[in-house]
């Protein structure tokens, strides 16, 4: 049973950058055809996809945040990161790790999500 | 961007009634298309996959149908641990995109 847990400071400052780490435990990230994802959820509303890396080492990112965010891996550590530049109020959510399969198969693990609040 | 529009956006519902969410997309997703159900506090779980697939390990009172730009869940018999928010969710075309949810809520 794969399981994801998200880790990082829960409070940052406008202007700074986000970063947060998810580790990974019950399978190997660099094993099989998975996207290792992120999406986030702001409080009260819908959720919204950021990106992805592929076991493979391509990336997709949301184009509304293309500029701004990098996902990468470690597979030394198991984990997988987010990075998000330059954020706002608007970038306070809740930020969830996930595994999305490939084909049919959407995210079907996620983390339990932590929330991220930006503000001075 | 494919705009995935779910109806109604919330919904009163009782014990053991039968009921039906809609998901609309603004161009097809080629049956790309999931159902998740998000409880408070909770993650979103995966209910359903490209249209119609039943997660395992998910009741049998869940279904989806549909295709192209048009879409269903239905809950045949709501149950008490039903009540909670659903999403529908395109994975067809980047970027994904979510529906801006359901919330089914005890009559």
């Known amino acids: 049973q794969v399981q994801l847990q998200e880790s990082g400071p829960g409070l940052v400052k406008p202007s700074q950058t986000l970063s947060l780490t998810c580790t990974v435990s019950?399978?190997?990230?660099?094993?099989?055809?998975?996207?290792w994802s992120w999406v986030r959820q702001p409080a009260g509303k819908g959720l919204e996809w950021i990106g992805r890396?592929?076991?493979?080492?391509?990336?997709n990112y949301n184009p509304s945040l293309k500029s701004r965010v990098t996902i990468s891996l470690d597979t030394s550590k198991n984990q997988f990161s987010l990075r998000l530049s330059s954020v706002t109020a608007a970038d306070t959510a809740l930020y969830y790790c996930?595994?999305?399969?490939?084909?049919?198969?959407?995210?079907?693990?996620w983390g339990q999500g932590t929330l991220v609040t930006v503000s001075s | 961007d494919i705009q995935m529009t779910q109806s109604p956006s919330s919904l009163s519902a009782s014990v053991g009634d039968r009921v039906t969410i809609t998901c609309r997309a603004s161009?097809?997703?080629?049956?790309?298309l999931n159902w998740y159900q998000q409880k408070p506090g909770k993650a979103p779980e995966l209910l359903i996959y490209?249209?119609?697939n039943l997660q395992s390990g998910v009741p049998s009172r869940f279904s989806g149908s549909g295709s192209g730009t048009d879409f269903t869940l239905t809950i045949s018999s709501l149950q008490p641990e039903d009540f909670a928010t659903y999403h529908c969710?395109?994975?067809?075309?980047?970027?994904?995109?979510f529906g801006q949810g359901t919330k089914l809520e005890i009559k």
């Open positions: 490209a249209a119609s």
């Open positions: 890396f592929y076991t493979g080492g391509s990336t």
């Open positions: 996930a595994r999305e399969g490939s084909g049919w198969i959407p995210i079907d693990y």
């Open positions: 969710h395109q994975s067809y075309s980047l970027p994904h995109t």
């Open positions: 019950g399978g190997s990230i660099s094993s099989g055809a998975y996207y």
């Open positions: 161009q097809s997703t080629n049956n790309y």
